[in-house]
DNA sequence: ACTATTAGTTATGTTCTATAGCTATATTCG
DNA sequence: CGAATATAGCTATAGAACATAACTAATAGT
């Protein structure tokens, strides 16, 4: 491809700053930094545990509430069902998980959490606390109950 | 696949509250949720301009830093090289921004935006603020400030 | 000059998210 | 009751963000 030469280097900015600077007047920008950093920390924490994110997420809202149903644990994940399934396999497969058939509803079923599943969730989510304890040193406990606070105005959750 | 059948419904949960009341606890998922939905209302802001999220994000440091080239461009917004390549390509063929050979650096290109780049993206910018606005009503301007400065000592930036 | 580094690129793979459509079962209501 | 409607789970598929490895060309270091 033909490309034109920049003859003279320009002026340099008028206002210095980071190259992001405007960008940062966004919160969904700041959210989303954030957000990678926590994520990218996360997945590490909870990888020798053979749990991702999502199923590590799953895997808690089973074993805090044996019974749920799929579109229940959707619904508490916002995610889409669909996405469940997937999830909800390969926690079954590695024997975290069972699915139970309900008779009341032929339709649904029931999660309940193995003793592995249980054993596994509490050792991942002791790492993972660790690990966003050293990501979150920065901040005290106020401010971490306050930035809770925020993102939860931001998202309604119930 | 057999199924086993769930044949008491069990206690219920000893403590009540939400699915999730435990994942909660940590910084990670609120922010992730948030996020989300700060993502899923920008894409949908910036869509009739023709513009993703990576492609708008990168068309502002470009506009702002004229002859940015793509590593500092990819070190501004926290992405890999390889990633850049195919946003600087996108905004390229529509137009809005131009590679430009450096002469002192015949590696490197200095990334330039078109007039119509400019054009779009303070239209973009302006839609995307007032899309955030929208979600973000709940928030206070000195709770937003507070918001940006608790994220940023999550994510250290420079 | 020889080596190491940097800028951009290509190819590839994973994860998350979203949508549409399907089957089986339940529910609603005329 | 029976027909229409809704719900639970599933399948397939696609888009987008993100990450890694390996490559070429050009520059910088020694």
């Known amino acids: 491809m033909v490309r034109k030469t920049a003859d003279k280097p320009e002026e340099t900015p008028e206002q210095a700053g980071p ?8 919160a969904g920008y700041n959210i989303k930094r954030a957000s990678n950093i926590m994520q990218s920390n996360a997945a590490k924490a909870l990888d020798p545990y053979g749990l991702r994110i999502t199923t590590f997420s799953a895997l808690c809202v089973i074993v805090d509430n044996p019974d749920v149903t799929q579109s229940q644990l959707a619904a508490a994940l916002n995610m889409e069902r669909s996405n469940t399934v997937l ?8 024997n975290l998980i069972g699915r139970f058939r309900v008779p009341t509803d032929r339709r649904s079923y029931a999660l ?28 005290s406990p106020e401010e971490r109950a ?6 939860r105005r931001i998202d309604p959750l119930d």
Request: aromatic fraction near 2%.
């Open 112 to 139: 309940r959490a193995t003793l592995a599943g249980i054993k596994r969730r509490d050792a991942a989510a002791r790492a993972l606390a660790k690990a966003e304890e050293e990501r979150l040193v920065n901040l």
């Open 87 to 94: 999830i909800i396999d390969s926690l079954e497969e590695i």
């Open 146 to 151: 306050q930035l809770a606070d925020l993102l």
């Open 19 to 26: 190259l992001d600077r405007h960008l940062r007047d966004y």
